[in-house]
């Protein structure tokens, strides 16, 4: 009750006062190439359940809206527009998931909602059936903004690496924990590292010993 009342108040609040930037974000992306200013998507909720998100356009806009059947992007991928590349490091182009935080479809604190057919570009020869079981556990709470492994670990690592910080996770939060974790958000968007391919604060497995 705690975690979700805090959402409610913090989302609706970001909502409140981001709303002139949400303006701003809205034309420079529309005078780049004339598309369209927001882009839905299909993602993965709690127990699985699906729901629409919500992003700012940093892509090319080539993609069918709604799609789920896209691949993970990548370091310097190129379909990511000028606008975007300055969105997305500094997670701008999430500020319309405040909405499905209010919604209730997520929460500022979580694994990543992520898309039911991602194409993961790593592989690595990954155990389908142990990344099916570790995907069903990470289901079993909301999916979050921010967490450890969107925090701690580079875009394009192995799935079953971000699975492994997703269950840490569940398995560490509290109310303080979460507090942390957006604090540690903040200071990666006011640096604009979010899409640094080295870890953003440190050595993540020496810190969580995973």
């Not at 379909?79 to 490091?89: D, Q």
């Not at 997520?106 to 194409?119: I, K």
């Not at 509290?174 to 640096?191: M, V």
Request: with cysteine.
């Amino acid at each position: 009750m705690l975690k979700r009342s805090f959402d409610i108040a913090l989302s609706g609040t970001g909502i409140l006062f981001s709303s002139p930037l949400w303006l701003v974000i809205a034309i420079l992306i529309f005078l780049e190439d004339h598309g369209k200013i927001f882009f839905t998507q299909n993602r993965v909720g709690l127990h699985g359940k699906l729901f629409k998100a919500y992003k700012f356009r940093s892509m090319k806009d080539t993609e069918p809206q709604g799609s789920s059947d896209e691949i993970q992007a990548s370091e310097n991928d190129p379909r990511v527009t000028r606008v975007g590349k300055i969105l997305r490091a500094t997670a701008m182009d999430e500020l319309p998931q405040l909405i499905n935080i209010l919604k209730g479809d997520m929460s500022f604190v979580g694994p990543r909602a992520l898309l039911p057919n991602e194409v993961e570009i790593n592989q690595n020869g990954n155990d389908e059936k142990n990344l099916e079981e570790l995907f069903a556990k990470r289901c079993t709470v909301t999916p979050g903004l921010t967490g450890i492994a969107q925090i701690f670990l580079p875009r394009d690592v192995p799935r079953e690496k971000k699975f492994q910080y997703d269950l840490l996770y569940i398995q560490k939060r509290s109310f303080l924990f979460d507090l942390k974790l957006i604090f540690l958000s903040f200071w990666i968007t006011l640096r604009g590292k979010w899409e640094s391919r080295e870890n953003k604060l440190g050595q993540a497995d020496r810190r969580f010993n995973v």
